[in-house]
């Protein structure tokens, strides 16, 4: 097998369970870095998984892991560590316990097992409570403790579906920075989320899945670039809108205001970047009290609106 062949590859891939379509012919290459799979609850992001895992078997098409067909062959799963969503823990066990246990599973003896447990319990911040029951532990510490098993046998291939659902901000920071950090290690992490904002703070390298199609894949940067020809708002609350509006509507890229709610004024722009970069210049010129500025349009579900053409 070379070494340039891709961690993973799905060519013309449909999964259907009767009349409902899970995964509808999708085709894409991911190696190396961190992508982020993006998509509504239903979008087919946990079929894609569960194809990639060998859970399940696509109705058409080929699924790969390092050039080869895990159903034709087992040993590409040897390179996989996973992180279901709602997998449950043996909540009796330490975390020690419960990652050495892992680390047996996949043929260590028990003081490499041990060793490796130490290792990577440390890398995601857990190394203080190994020796706490995993069923004492915060969501957010359960999290980290279902990927420190799935990194004990060091794979290449890493996938985790749902990782930062129910943590608190905290454990949040800590999750999105051990998968930078595997990233960067040159491992190829898979991480889906139906939120943007999380997704924007991992990578940008991005799949998104809409109705079980690949609907874009690439910089999230880039696609975002290519929504510059649709309008965009830009909503500011502020003490005195109407005044604010006079200061912004003369200046490019506005090209409309209005007010939307008492007390709010909605910037219209088809440039969002260069709006916010006149933004705090024009704030500071008018010396108008601005209580908050948001981005109405920046989440998925615009996003996906503009890539489906407002269907």
């Known amino acids: 097998m070379s070494t340039d062949t891709p961690a993973v590859i799905l060519e ?41 895992l060998g859970r399940l078997r696509p109705s058409q098409g080929e699924v790969k892991l390092f050039g080869t067909d895990p159903w034709k062959s087992t040993a590409p799963f040897r390179r996989v560590g996973y ?22 599973l996949h043929g ?5 097992a041990t060793n490796r ?12 409570v190994r020796h706490k029951e995993v069923g004492k532990y915060s969501k957010g510490m359960r999290q980290r403790v279902k990927i420190a098993h799935a990194l004990v046998h060091d794979p290449d291939l890493i996938i985790l579906d749902e990782p930062l659902h129910g943590c608190d901000p905290l454990a949040r920071t800590s999750i999105m920075s051990v998968i ?38 690439g910089n999230l940067h880039a696609i ?36 939307p709610n008492p ?13 916010h970069s006149i933004l705090p210049q024009v704030i500071v010129d008018s010396g108008i009290r601005v209580r908050s500025v948001e981005n109405p349009d920046d989440n998925l579900d ?8 407002g269907d």
């Open 180 to 217: 930078r950090e595997l990233g960067n290690r040159g491992k190829t992490v898979i991480v889906s989320s139906h939120i943007l904002e999380e997704i924007e703070r991992i990578t940008e390298q991005i799949v998104i899945l809409h109705n079980g199609r690949l609907l874009a894949l």
């Open 302 to 309: 615009s996003l996906l609106g503009y890539l489906v053409g």
């Open 224 to 259: 975002r670039g290519l929504l510059d020809k649709h309008p965009h708002r830009i909503l500011i609350e502020t003490e005195s809108p109407r005044e604010l509006a006079e200061a912004f509507i003369s200046r490019d890229p506005v090209y409309g205001v209005r007010f």
């Open 108 to 112: 260590m003896t028990r003081e490499e």
């Open 83 to 104: 992180v279901s969503e709602t997998e449950p823990l043996y909540e009796w066990m330490t975390g020690l316990d419960f990652v050495s246990t892992m680390a047996r």
């Open 12 to 52: 013309s891939v449909s999964k259907w369970y009767g009349e409902v379509i899970g995964v509808n012919d999708v085709s894409l290459a991911i190696d190396g870095g961190v992508t982020g799979v993006l998509g509504p609850n239903g979008a087919g992001k946990s079929t894609m998984f569960k194809l990639l």
């Open 117 to 128: 447990a130490e290792h990577v319990l440390d890398f995601v911040g857990l190394s203080d």
């Open 263 to 275: 007390g709010f004024l909605e910037i219209q722009t088809s440039n969002l970047s260069a709006a």
